[in-house]
């Protein structure tokens, strides 16, 4: 693994290079560099796709490691689908959702795989969600069931409540609740 990280870029925040100088891994390797970046502490801060000549698209992420206070950069290339990521390295969740909703590149294995953006595809794909008129917010919300559980009509935007999750036309709301002085998230 010592060779492999030696492989990726490194830059400092704001440090410009050129697009060839980012690695384009296979993605066994690249599969492989995100979860050791991850043991050792590293954060995801981006990952999405952008076309390539060939018909695949390349995915791109960069991780930053906070206390050293550089990125990391690299690359792979994929065609239709690979196997998910989340599963192992939980805060790329969001990002394969959106990579599969632009470009119908499939995560195989994704737990939770809805539409994040809900635009216009960039890439057509037999992958990719039916859709034929996008509208905003109609997808499955997340559904909470249980004795305890109610909702509290709190309006649109109330971060400090004492009842903080009230769901408003689709949307959950969540803030930090002044009763205990917790962050509740949903």
Known sequence: MVLMAQRLLRVRNSQEKPLGDIPLLP???FRDCVIEGANKGA???SFWGYPNENGSVNLM???AYDKDGWLEIFSTSVKDSYPSLTVQIPQVHWFERE???QWGIYPDGHPWLKPIRFHELYKKSSN???KQEIIPS???FLQVNGDEIHEVAVGPVHPLCGNCGRRYNGWIFAGICSSNRKFVGL
């Open 138 to 140: 109609v997808t499955n």
């Open 27 to 29: 993605f066994g390797e």
């Open 43 to 45: 954060r995801v801060v």
């Open 128 to 130: 990719n969600f039916e």
């Open 99 to 101: 990579i599969f909703e």
């Open 61 to 63: 992420m960069v991780r």
